[in-house]
């Protein structure tokens, strides 16, 4: 059965991987569980949301830490092109150490904060600094888990709306999947409700659950030791977090980069060679497709390398419209760097036991800001 990527049980639980098998295995099920749960909330949603859209003077940040700053990343160009109107993503790690150079006091906001706990320091902070250093403040909080600082925060809130995961999403193990991709679901179920590529896209994602596991797991037992991502536009974004989620399941023993196809030739090619893997996560807009597919070409007439993948061969994916397509794209990321922890004796659950990285960040400290604090 493919909830436990084509692995015994009982190995599984050897290897310390069953958390990080079943939250990949259920995001088909997860997906329309969560366009299902904002189709529940859509009244009282519109009702919060809409007034606030409605100011053409809205800024919209989408931000949170690591991972849930990709979210933003991956969905900021998409929102920006449907909504006709300008979709920013910073990270919270940006906002609280420098909140002088993004907040501005005059300019109404909508700040939408992503958080698989909600308990990282720079959740609760960031929320804190934009309530400080801008007079018209509001606060969409998605998460995962309602127990958590940002969800109480939210709840205490009178310019706030609490957007709660469905339960299963609370990722018991240390990298970020369901959660990762229930929270970027949702918010595209907010904002661009009813295209029907939710049902598309799970569709897609189960045909490369249930018959291409053993394609990802044959190219991850390969041996390479650098692995480049590459994507366009919100893809970039995508690849940002493959790369992470590969860095993070081998703690740290593949070399890992993200960029975008364009980019790519302006220096991060340097990094080639016979032990480097090529993920072009190729999109399907037809414009920017070209560009993939030169540098494709170039990259099999240079022969530098031999390991180059696009995931979109595996399954047809022609229906999905890019954001939604980072979807598909990301589980794929998120399989292979499984398989290759497994393959290089890492527990997927816990891939550093030693401590120096934790599963909600600890030690850092969120100095207060006045505006004597301002350069």
Request: proline share 4%; hydrophobic share 40%; with cysteine.
């Amino acid at each position: 059965m493919y909830e436990n990527l084509a692995i015994n049980k009982a190995k599984l639980r050897t290897q310390n991987g069953e958390h990080t098998a079943r939250e990949i295995a259920q995001q088909p099920d997860v997906w329309l569980g969560t366009a299902e749960l904002v189709l529940q909330q859509r009244g009282e949603l519109d009702s919060w949301l809409k007034p606030l859209l409605e100011r053409h003077n809205l800024r919209i940040i989408l931000t949170g830490a690591g991972t849930s700053a990709y979210v933003g990343e991956t969905l900021a160009p998409y929102l920006t092109r449907v909504m006709e109107r300008r979709v920013e993503a910073i990270s919270t790690t940006d906002l609280v150490s420098n909140p002088q150079d993004y907040l501005l006091r005059q300019q109404p906001t909508l700040l939408i904060s992503y958080a698989r706990s909600g308990n990282s320091p720079e959740s609760v902070g960031a929320y804190d600094l934009a309530d400080q250093c801008v007079d018209d403040c509001y606060h969409l909080v998605i998460t995962c888990n309602r127990n958590g600082k940002l969800a109480a925060r939210a709840r205490s809130g009178n310019n706030s709306y609490s957007l709660l995961m469905l339960a299963e999403t609370l990722d018991q193990s240390f990298a970020m999947t369901s959660s990762f991709t229930a929270m970027l679901v949702g918010t595209l179920e907010v904002f661009v409700p009813g295209t029907g590529q939710v049902e598309t896209l799970a569709g897609n994602t189960r045909t490369l659950l249930e018959t291409r596991l053993d394609i990802v797991r044959v190219l991850a037992q390969r041996d390479f030791r650098r692995v480049v991502f590459l994507g366009s536009g919100g893809l970039r974004g995508i690849a940002t977090e493959a790369a992470l989620k590969m860095l993070e399941l081998t703690a740290g023993k593949v070399d890992c980069n993200a960029e975008s196809p364009l980019g790519f030739r302006h220096g991060p090619k340097s990094m080639l060679n016979k032990s480097t893997l090529v993920l072009l996560l190729q999109s399907n807009d037809s414009y920017c497709r070209g560009y993939d597919d030169d540098l494709l070409e170039e990259l099999r007439r240079d022969g530098t390398t031999d390991w180059i993948s696009c995931p979109a061969d595996l399954v047809d994916t022609c229906g999905l419209k890019d954001a939604w397509l980072a979807l598909y794209y990301i589980v794929f990321a998120q399989l292979l760097a499984f398989y290759k922890s497994l393959a290089l004796g890492i527990t997927p659950d816990n891939p550093c036991p030693t401590g120096e990285v934790n599963r909600v960040v600890q030690g850092v400290t969120i100095h207060p800001f006045t505006t004597g604090n301002r350069r």
